[in-house]
């Protein structure tokens, strides 16, 4: 069974400041990674994905992430962030199976970001 | 661009009335899932679909939910009778079969049960 954990369901950042999500997962099998945006009462948007080719995802909207298999993580960054990155982002795993297979997502977390 | 459809977007009903949500994939998606987020939450499956079949339906609470994809496109979740904690956000998803696929979410059915 695979599992994530987003450690801080809130973060506040400055206008211009390094945004740092973190996401640790836990899986059996070699995994797929992905991070999702929420904003609210939308559906969720894919940022980016990681299924195994570079360690290093770059995504849309700035953000990139990177697959580190020894310390179980996949953390979100981007440099500088925007009023409009203001929202709810979700990291989540799914196994490496011949077949479609369901997402587990983290809790969540909220970003705030300052003017 | 092709997006998943989902009605109603907000629905309010009272407890132990039943309700159905409605769900239409991206076109040639075979593959469809049903998340339900509490607010606050990640989202969890309740139900996944391969065309008409139903692969995982492992948390769905089957005494009071079900799911169907007649036709292997598009999909109605129905809930009866609804109860308090009913109250979510449910959530659309669609994707082609293979797992690094990725699963394209639809706009949402706010249930509130009051």
């Known amino acids: 069974a695979q599992s994530v954990t987003q450690l801080g369901s809130h973060v506040s950042v400055s206008e211009g400041a390094l945004v740092l999500l973190r996401c640790n997962y836990s899986?059996?099998?070699?995994?797929?990674l992905f991070w999702y945006v929420q904003y609210p009462n939308q559906g969720l948007q894919l940022l980016l994905k990681?299924?195994?080719?570079?360690?290093l995802v770059k995504g849309i909207n700035g953000f990139e992430a990177e697959f580190k298999k020894s310390e179980t993580s996949f953390h979100l960054t981007k440099p500088s962030a925007h009023m409009s990155d203001a929202a709810e982002y979700f990291c989540?795993?799914?196994?490496?199976?011949?077949?479609?297979?369901?997402?587990?997502f983290g809790g969540g977390t909220r970003v705030l970001v300052k003017p | 661009e092709a997006e998943v459809a989902q009605s109603p977007r907000y629905k309010i009903t009272e407890k132990s009335q039943a309700v159905a949500f409605w769900c239409d994939p991206i076109?040639?998606?075979?593959?469809l899932y049903w998340y339900r987020q509490i607010l606050g939450q990640g989202p969890e499956l309740l139900v996944q679909?391969?065309?008409?079949?139903?692969?995982?339906d492992s948390q769905l609470p089957k005494d009071r939910f079900s799911a169907e994809r007649l036709k292997g496109v598009d999909s109605t979740l129905k809930i009866q009778p609804a109860e308090l904690g009913d109250s979510a956000m449910y959530l659309c998803?669609?994707?082609?079969?293979?797992?690094?696929?990725?699963?394209?979410f639809g706009p949402g059915t706010r249930l509130t049960v009051l």
């Open positions: 990681y299924t195994s080719a570079a360690t």
């Open positions: 899986s059996s099998v070699p995994p797929y």
């Open positions: 679909f391969q065309d008409e079949s139903v692969v995982d």
């Open positions: 076109s040639g998606h075979a593959t």
């Open positions: 998803a669609s994707s082609y079969p293979l797992a690094q696929d990725t699963q394209y």
């Open positions: 989540a795993v799914t196994l490496i199976k011949a077949a479609g297979n369901k997402l587990t």
